[in-house]
């Protein structure tokens, strides 16, 4: 296992930032850890990296006790904070040779690094001369300029425009072939777009735990609808292959199908046996954006 976390537990004084976490992940697999805000990612990024440590649990990477060996465990991970601390009065070539000073990294491999993140015409620059999304690209260079097995991303992509995301998602991918990837962001087409697997966590505690094809699998569809009068939950009953259903407002109503058949002429019946007229109606379905809010809300 490239990376294997065992029951950890963080607390901030009173605030319990991660309650008994576990999860493993193995080489080639590039996962989405994604949560709302204040669900623990970072601080299980932090932990994972050695920059602070749990309360109790244990964490390995590349069977190298994290908490025993920190400085060995560096030396395999390439970390971009959320916050990307960076040497601002350097110049970006100054600042990627100190890093390689540090990893004992050929400075040959600086101008490979610079190409692939796609800083080669901002290079001769300062870097508080760049734009946010090109500062955010001089921390990804310094992640895998050492080229770690294990690559820990904590909003990679903050501050790109959308031609920059899509470069910075095909390097990810790339990386991701030889080696683990885990990183989190808010933005969930990215994830579909990279992930090989997602997890999804909140108040500190992992709540799904899945293949990403297994989750583009399920046959669930949710229909929500308004009616132009207020009906009773039993009616509902009427209805087959239903799982769940639930009142938006007053006449309006989100209900979730398991079933590959289109249910909205089920609806339409429904609606005319029942004497109801529908003032609108919208079907989609299951993605992981409506799996995350139904598992965070």
């Keep these: ?42 601080t299980m990024m932090k932990i994972l990296t050695g920059f602070i440590k749990p309360n109790s649990g244990e964490v390995f990477v590349d069977e190298i006790d994290v908490l025993k060996n920190p400085i060995a465990a560096q030396k395999i991970i390439g970390y971009l904070p959320e916050h990307n601390p960076l040497y601002t009065d350097m110049y970006v070539r100054e600042y990627l040779q100190f890093q390689a000073s540090i990893f004992k990294v050929n400075k040959s491999e600086i101008e490979t690094c610079i190409e692939k993140v796609g800083l080669t015409e901002e290079a001769h620059k300062k870097i508080n001369e760049l734009s946010k999304g090109y500062q955010q690209r001089v921390g990804l260079a310094a992640a895998i ?70 989750l583009k699998q399920n046959n669930q569809q949710i229909i929500e609808v308004t009616f132009d009068r207020k009906i009773e939950e039993q009616f509902f009953k009427q209805l087959s292959d239903i799982i769940s259903l639930k009142n938006n407002s007053e006449n309006t109503w989100s209900l979730t199908f398991e079933s590959k058949e289109d249910k909205r002429s089920k609806i339409f019946d429904f609606a005319q046996h029942n004497s109801l007229k529908i003032l609108s109606l919208n079907a989609q379905h299951k993605n992981l954006e409506t799996l995350f809010k139904e598992v965070t809300s």
Excluded: W
Excluded at 10 to 36: C, H, M, R, W
Excluded at 185 to 190: L, P, S
């Design 1 to 42: 296992m490239s990376i294997k976390v065992i029951a950890v537990s963080k607390t901030y004084k009173t605030q319990k930032a991660l309650n008994e976490v576990s999860f493993s992940a193995d080489k080639g697999q590039i996962i989405g850890f994604l949560g709302p805000n204040g669900a623990g990612k970072s």
């Design 145 to 214: 300029l050492h080229n770690p097995k294990v690559l820990i991303l904590d909003e990679p992509t903050t501050g790109l425009d959308p031609n920059q995301i899509a470069e910075i998602r095909e390097l990810i991918k790339e990386l991701g072939r030889e080696k683990t990837v885990l990183f989190s962001t808010h933005i969930m087409q990215e994830v579909e777009a990279v992930c090989d697997r997602v997890i999804i966590i909140k108040k500190g505690a992992i709540l799904v735990d899945k293949k990403l094809s297994e």
